[in-house]
T-cell receptor, first 114, second 110 residues
Framework: DADVTQTPRNRITKTGKRIMLECSQT?????MYWYRQDPGLGLRLIYY???????NKGEISDGYSVSRQAQAKFSLSLESAIPNQTALYFC?????????????FGPGTRLLVL | GEDVEQSLFLSVREGDSSVINCTYT??????LYWYKQEPGAGLQLLTY?????DMKQDQRLTVLLNKKDKHLSLRIADTQTGDSAIYFC??????????FGKGTRLHILP
């Protein structure tokens, strides 16, 4: 079984709709991250969480919110989706004690906002 | 601000060595990474190097770090068709946030 899972894997939605992307991990890691990937722009950090009570904004948090429901779960919400949020979204986890060595990425969620 | 730069495309013949280059801006980086992304897949941590190291070798992969020039490279020896992917350079910045380059697409010629 995959260590980091994301649901859904693909989603099409309309402008103005609320959508939630979910991430679960079985690694037991404290740290979780949400990134978006756009062609030609690489990965950009949206939000990150060092533990259940610690949520931090990344470089492009506007238009997004997150919830760390448990150590193993970190969800990303688009309150009112807009077309320029069309992207590939990745969740990642890392170990508090070895963050640089142990970054694990989920398979990604491909989101299309019409 | 922090930035990671890498060329967007590299074309190499099968069996030759591939060298993917990257420059970064944050001299206080603790880790520097190379990730591989195959089509339709997430990112896979390929290798990493501590900032106090100059070189790291792992089978066909060699990572060279020039801290003075803030230059990182990944050499893949005996490039195979399975090496065709996008390779991302990244650096750890601040509280272990990772800053990624835009990725280099490696294309393998027969």
């Amino acid at each position: 079984d995959a260590d980091v899972t994301q649901t859904p894997r693909n989603r099409i939605t309309k402008t103005g709709k609320r959508i939630m992307l979910e991430c679960s991990q079985t690694k037991g890691h404290d740290r979780m991250y949400w990134y978006r990937q756009d062609p030609g722009l690489g990965l950009r950090l949206i939000y990150y969480s060092f533990d259940v009570k610690d949520i931090n904004k990344g470089e492009i948090s506007d238009g997004y919110s997150v919830s760390r429901q448990a150590q193993a779960k970190f969800s990303l919400s688009l309150e009112s989706a807009i077309p320029n949020q069309t992207a590939l979204y990745f969740c990642a986890t890392s170990d508090r004690d070895r963050p640089g060595e142990t970054q694990y990425f989920g398979p990604g969620t491909r989101l299309l906002v019409l | 601000g922090e930035d990671v730069e890498q060329s967007l495309f590299l074309s190499v013949r099968e069996g030759d060595s591939s060298v993917i280059n990257c420059t970064y801006t944050d001299s206080s980086s603790t880790y520097l990474y190379w990730y591989k992304q195959e089509p339709g897949a997430g990112l896979q941590l390929l290798t990493y190097i501590f900032s106090n190291m100059d070189m790291k070798q792992d089978q066909r992969l060699t990572v060279l770090l020039n801290k003075k020039d803030k230059h990182l490279s990944l050499r893949i020896a005996d490039t195979q068709t399975g090496d065709s992917a996008i390779y991302f350079c990244a650096e750890a910045w601040g509280d272990d946030k990772i800053i990624f380059g835009k990725g280099t697409r490696l294309h393998i010629l027969p």
